[in-house]
């Protein structure tokens, strides 16, 4: 299957920093990317859809000032958490479509994001 | 609206024994597409299965099978011969007609015991 990447795969910071997190897909290109946030012992919640050379799209009460995401080429989507809180610990986990048959998603293996 | 419904919060089953894992769905999109995905618990999300809504036959992807009834649906995954390695969280996932977007179960967690 097609290999996603993403880092860090853990960050500690301290609340009002911000946090980039980068998504690569390493072997095909992907003009659409999502990121997804996941509660402990939840499922996956989506909370935008990166689109290559354009905006991103966010779902329904994801603040878009507050989580940034630029898809700045084929291959890379980032996701700033601009000045971090608390709250805002969890995993974030991006994932990139491979256009296709299927079109199916492959996962990065996450990012655990503590704030201090 | 979609919906996706794992009805088992969590599964046991014996080494080299067979397990199904439960998923149904609902839909108006006439054409979707379902996925499993296994998650353990290094957080990865891997891709196992595919199922088109239009696919004649099930899915099988060496150990993984997907027992899909259309008129029920219900999009099951078999995992035969059972490895510890297969405890994890098992997500079963739909992506409807003219949509990027992933709808995600509330997952399985399965535990393989010896």
């Known amino acids: 299957g097609a290999v996603v990447s993403q880092h860090p795969s853990r960050v500690i910071c301290k609340s009002g920093t911000s946090v980039k997190i980068e998504c690569r897909s390493l072997?095909?290109?992907?003009?659409?990317m999502f990121w997804y946030r996941q509660f402990p012992k939840k499922s996956l919640m989506l909370m935008a859809t990166?689109?290559?050379?354009?905006?991103?799209?966010?779902e329904q009460g994801v603040e878009k000032d507050k989580f940034l995401i630029n898809h700045a080429s084929l291959t890379l989507s980032t996701l700033t958490v601009t000045s971090a809180h608390p709250e805002d610990s969890s995993f974030y986990i991006c994932?990139?479509?491979?256009?296709?048959?299927?079109?199916?998603?492959?996962f990065g293996p996450g990012t655990r994001l503590t704030v201090l | 609206a979609q919906k996706i419904t794992q009805t088992q919060p969590g599964m046991f089953v014996q080494e080299k024994e067979a397990v199904t894992l439960d998923c149904t769905y609902d839909?108006?999109?006439?054409?979707?597409?379902l996925f499993w995905y296994k998650q353990p618990s290094s957080g990865e999300m891997i891709f196992l299965i595919y199922?088109?809504?239009?696919?004649?036959q099930n899915a099988t992807e060496g150990r993984y099978s997907l027992n899909f009834q259309k008129a029920r649906k219900s999009a099951n995954l078999v995992i035969s011969a059972s490895q510890l390695g297969d405890s994890a969280m098992y997500f079963c996932?739909?992506?409807?007609?003219?949509?990027?977007?992933?709808?995600f179960g509330t997952g399985t967690r399965l535990q393989v015991f010896p």
């Open positions: 072997d095909f290109q992907a003009t659409t």
């Open positions: 996932a739909m992506r409807g007609r003219n949509t990027d977007k992933l709808i």
């Open positions: 990166s689109n290559e050379g354009s905006k991103a799209t966010y």
């Open positions: 994932s990139a479509r491979e256009a296709g048959l299927t079109d199916t998603q492959y």
């Open positions: 839909t108006s999109d006439p054409s979707y597409g």
């Open positions: 199922q088109g809504s239009y696919d004649q």
